[in-house]
């Protein structure tokens, strides 16, 4: 469980984030969504220590990052598992060094014991077989499923991913929702996703936090979606005639029921 | 006004104290010492021997046109021809071969080096290290480091060879000096000490072409463009740095 209290950040005096507070559970895909420029990567990137925010508390599973020592921070680092929103594969990588990377630097593992753990998470995610191709050999989607490889790799109790399925067509994002959806139960992990497309929100959403101008405006779960008449919330996720329309027939459907 | 005037100088301190600090971020042990010898390794083929090609023809040729013009500048009878054999030598050990060399290189290394540690920051590459929890910055460029300050000596001394050895070559095809004076005049006033001079001198500089461009990358932010103009700044401030430090070692080493 990753607990969030207050946090605030600034950059040259406007505010970014501005006191939000969350808590996201574990084995559940956590989801943070908002329009572009609400906050949402720096509030990701807080969590996961890439940006030290001004103020508030972060805590994993009862630790408060700002009070452990950097050998503590490290370890805590070592239980997460990140896929970046540009997949952050090297380059001048394999695939299989990309996903073993973690395994050798941090383990004591044997070159065989790494290896099986390298195809079994690449066989996890659906990518048995290009251990030894570049990442600019592979499609936007395989890459992006190397990334999550990486990411599981060691294991984490932790598992972000920003802006997971941008750039990717429909019915790949899908399959990444899956996959995502998958991991998250099989490794327990308490995940945050950092999205703002809707098919995922509909899709794997199980907590939902809505930021707007750097400030929490809603909270819920998929299914409190349709019924909310929060505004902020209305004006995102239904901004498009065929959600609202969704909404209205789904709405009915269950009145009907 | 006066604010105005001071900005540039704040700014430049302000840069110089981020340098330092990447430094010290730097210069610390390596996680895994397997991982950094492969990395090193990989850092003497990308910023060593990569470039000696291009440093071998250079110097080369930078040798025989020093003799070339040194033997016209000399064109007196009274003058013994083994100095143009001797200046030469001076010319290479002492100056070009450590000096220019590695202004050379600043330019061929210091824009690699920015550029990709540029385009692995607007990547997400430098983030994806440091949510790992390894230390980006020493896993990045201390193999960049000691790879410069290892390989460049032998890089250096290599070019002092060819340099001499371009200079002879010149010297006895256009017959402006024979072989017997110019090997007299590479022995007159041998002393041991130039050499541990250029390769101070070397050493110094191996360590500016390293870090400087490492830091201008890794401080990147934005997208192509900006990795372009670090590539470019790293060029420029390790020329610089270069030159002036030249200055320093001479005045505190030969003067």
Partial sequence: MIEVKNIKKSFAGVGVLKGISAVFEKGKVNMIIGQSGSGKTVFLKSIMGLIEPDDGEISFDGRIWHLLSDKEKAGIRREMGVVFQGNALFDSMTIEQNVSFPLRMFTRKSPKEIKERVDEVLEQVGLPGVQNKLPSELSGGQQKRVAIARAIVMYPKYLFADEPNSGLDPKTAIRIDDLLMTLTKQYDTTTLVNTHDMNSIMEIGEKIILLKNGHKAWEGSRDEIFHSDNKDLNDFVFSSDLYRQMKELFLKYQAEK | ?255
């Fill in chain 2, 1 to 255: 006004m006066q604010g105005t005037m001071l900005k540039p100088v704040l700014k430049f301190i302000e840069t110089v104290g981020e340098y330092f600090l990447l430094l010290k971020k730097t210069l610390t042990k390596p996680q895994n010492n397997k991982i950094f010898w492969e990395h090193y390794l990989r850092e003497i083929d990308d910023i060593g021997l990569k470039t000696v090609g291009l440093i071998s023809f250079i110097s080369f040729f930078i040798g025989g046109v020093v003799v070339i013009q040194t033997a016209l500048n000399l064109e007196n009878p009274l003058i013994d021809p083994s100095l143009i054999g001797f200046a030469a030598k001076q010319s290479v050990i002492l100056e070009f071969s450590p000096t220019l060399s590695s202004v050379i290189l600043a330019g061929i290394v210091g824009s690699y080096i920015a550029s990709t540690i540029g385009t692995m920051r607007i990547t997400e590459q430098i983030d994806a290290l440091d949510v790992m929890g390894i230390n980006s910055a020493n896993y990045l460029i201390l193999p960049k480091i000691l790879a410069a300050v290892t390989f460049y000596p032998f890089l250096i001394g290599m070019s002092m060879f060819l340099g001499v050895l371009g200079g002879w070559v010149a010297g006895v095809v256009t017959g402006l000096v024979g072989t017997q004076d110019y090997l007299e005049g590479i022995r007159i006033g041998f002393d041991p000490f130039h050499f541990t001079y250029s390769t101070i001198k070397t050493v110094v500089f191996a360590f500016l072409i390293a870090t400087i461009p490492s830091f201008f990358g890794y401080r990147v932010r934005g997208g192509a463009l900006e990795v372009g103009r670090a590539g470019t700044q790293a060029v420029i401030w390790t020329s610089v740095m270069i030159v002036f430090w030249n200055y320093v070692i001479t005045q505190l080493l030969l003067s």
